[in-house]
C-alpha cells in the first residue's frame, strides 16, 4: 500500500457483526480509528412515564427513556446491572476496548488501531426489558490469557471523556490526527453520537482524503421493508429507520448534509473535494437460518476460528446469550468487504444510484433506486417526487401491515405499523443523491458482488 490509508469505523458492542468489520479492516493494511459510542440510558436520570402500560415508552417512532440502574440481569433473582449512568459508561468502555484490542491483534494487521471515546445516543430503541447487557452478554468470554482491561481505571482514573484516543497499548494519545492520511475510508456501521460540531470540522479539513463512505443501513422505499417494527415492551421505531441511524438522528442527518456538501455524483472538483458514498441497505443482507448456516458464512469469507479464535469466542457467546436470539445476519461485515474492496482496489465498484432520504427525528433512512444524473447538474426532488417516495413507501407500509394482521406473532407490530403509516405522510426530508446502491448476490456462502439495475 502506497498511501498511508486511514478506516474510520463508528462502533459500538451490541452486536457482534461490527467485530467481523473490525477483523475485516485489519487486514487490509490501514490504520483504523474505531469510535465507541453509548447507549443513551447511561445518560438519563429518570425513567419517562409509564405510557400505554410501558415504562419508560416515548411517542411512537422514539424509543424509551430510563436509567442505566433499570436494566435487570436474567440472573434469578435479578439485579441491577449497573449502578448508574457512569458505572455503565466504564464497563461498556472496558469490553469495548478490550473487544476491539484482541480481534485486531489477532488477525495479525499491519496498520494501528486507534480506539476513542464517542458520544451518547439520543434514543434508546429497545425498551428496558428486551434490551442486551453487552457485559453480560460476552463476560464469559475473557478467560485465559484474554482478561478484561480496566482502561477507565488503568488510564483515565475513572470515566474517560468523549473525544480521547487510546492506542492498543493502553496508553492514551495526543498525537492522533486525520491530517497524517492520505486516504480516508469511513463506514457508517454505529452511532454518529460522537458527531460535534469539532468532528464536522476535522472532517471538513480532510474531506479531500476522503475516498469512499460506506452506509449500512437504510431500506429500499419500493419493497416491503424487513426489519423489525415496534413491538409492545420491545421496540419503538419505524420500520423505515434503520438502527444506525436511528441511535442519533441529529447527527445522522448532519453527516448526510456534510456527505452532499461533497457529493461526487452532483459536482466536480472545480467545486471542491468530493467523495462518493454507497449504501447497503438492510434489504441487501441476508438473513442465515441458523447459527450452523452463519458459522458456515464466516469460515467461507476468511474468518475461520482457527485464524480469529477470539472474534469466534465472541460469536458464539453472542448467539447463546439468555436475551432473545438475534437474526443471524452480518450486516457490518458486508459493509466493511465493500469498503476494504474499494481501499485495496480489488473489484471495481460500479453500482446503479440511489437517492437516500433522511430526516432528523426520527432515524428514518429511505433508499429510493433513480436512474442517475447528468452533466454534474444538481438535479434536486421537488416536492412532488419527495410526496411520492412517502406515497411509493406507504403503499409497501399496507401490504406489511395485511402481511402482519394475519400472522399472530406479528400482528402484536399491526398497532406500531399503523401509526407508522399515519406519520410517514407528514414527514420533513432531506436528500442525499446518487448513492451507489451496493448489492450482493443473495447466496449465503460466500460474498459477491451484484452490479445489475435489477
Request: overall charge negative; glycine content about 8%.
Amino acid at each position: 500500500m502506497d498511501q498511508k490509508c486511514l478506516i474510520i469505523s463508528t462502533g459500538d458492542v451490541s452486536d457482534v457483526d461490527g467485530f467481523y468489520a473490525l477483523a475485516e479492516y485489519a487486514k487490509s493494511g490501514a490504520d483504523c480509528l474505531f469510535i465507541m459510542n453509548y447507549p443513551a440510558y447511561v445518560d438519563v436520570k429518570t425513567p419517562a412515564p409509564m405510557k400505554n402500560g410501558e415504562s419508560g415508552l416515548l411517542a411512537s417512532g422514539l424509543g424509551y427513556q430510563y436509567p442505566a440502574q433499570d436494566l435487570l440481569t436474567k440472573n434469578t433473582p435479578p439485579v441491577s446491572a449497573f449502578a448508574n449512568g457512569d458505572d455503565a459508561h466504564k464497563k461498556l468502555t472496558n469490553f469495548a476496548y478490550s473487544m476491539a484490542k484482541y480481534v485486531w491483534e489477532e488477525a495479525k494487521p499491519r496498520g494501528e488501531l486507534f480506539f476513542e471515546i464517542g458520544g451518547t445516543n439520543s434514543v434508546n430503541p429497545f425498551s428496558a426489558k428486551a434490551i442486551k447487557i453487552e457485559p453480560k452478554v460476552y463476560g464469559d468470554a475473557f478467560k485465559n490469557s484474554k482478561t478484561l482491561i480496566d482502561i477507565s481505571m488503568d488510564t483515565c482514573g475513572g470515566k474517560c471523556a468523549q473525544g480521547a484516543v487510546f492506542t492498543t497499548s493502553q496508553k492514551q494519545t495526543k498525537d492522533f490526527s486525520l491530517n497524517s492520511y492520505d486516504e480516508i475510508y469511513m463506514d457508517f456501521c454505529g452511532s454518529m453520537a460522537f458527531l460535534t460540531n469539532q468532528w464536522l470540522g476535522h472532517l471538513e479539513t480532510a474531506s479531500g482524503k476522503i475516498k469512499g463512505v460506506f452506509v449500512m443501513g437504510g431500506v429500499l422505499a419500493n419493497v416491503v421493508p424487513e426489519t423489525l417494527s415496534a413491538m409492545p415492551d420491545v421496540l419503538n421505531r419505524f420500520s423505515c429507520a434503520t438502527m444506525n441511524q436511528l441511535y442519533h438522528p441529529e447527527n445522522s442527518a448532519k453527516f448526510f448534509d456534510f456527505c452532499e456538501k461533497h457529493n461526487s455524483s452532483l459536482m466536480d472538483a472545480q467545486h471542491g473535494p468530493t467523495f462518493p458514498v454507497y449504501v447497503i441497505t438492510n434489504n441487501s443482507v441476508p438473513a442465515l437460518k441458523d447459527v450452523e448456516e452463519l458459522e458456515s458464512f464466516l469460515d467461507n469469507n476468511g474468518l475461520t476460528e482457527e485464524a480469529h479464535p477470539f472474534l469466534r469466542t465472541l460469536e458464539q457467546k453472542y448467539y447463546s446469550s439468555p436475551y432473545a436470539p438475534p437474526k443471524k445476519q452480518a450486516f457490518d461485515f458486508y459493509a466493511a468487504k465493500a469498503l476494504t474492496t474499494a481501499l485495496t482496489g480489488t473489484a471495481p465498484m460500479t453500482f446503479p444510484p440511489a437517492d437516500v432520504y433522511y430526516d432528523a427525528k426520527y432515524g428514518v433512512t429511505l433508499v429510493m433506486p433513480t436512474r442517475g444524473y447528468s452533466n454534474n447538474t444538481r438535479n434536486k426532488p421537488d416536492a412532488n417526487k419527495m410526496m411520492s417516495v412517502l406515497k411509493t413507501f406507504g403503499e409497501k407500509l399496507d401490504e406489511k401491515i395485511a402481511f402482519a394482521k394475519g400472522i399472530p406473532p406479528l400482528s402484536k407490530a399491526v398497532p406500531g405499523l399503523e401509526k407508522e403509516k399515519e406519520t410517514v405522510p407528514g414527514l420533513t426530508l432531506r436528500v442525499y443523491h446518487g448513492a451507489l446502491n451496493v448489492k450482493y448476490s443473495r447466496g449465503t456462502e460466500q460474498i459477491t458482488w451484484n452490479t445489475s439495475n435489477a
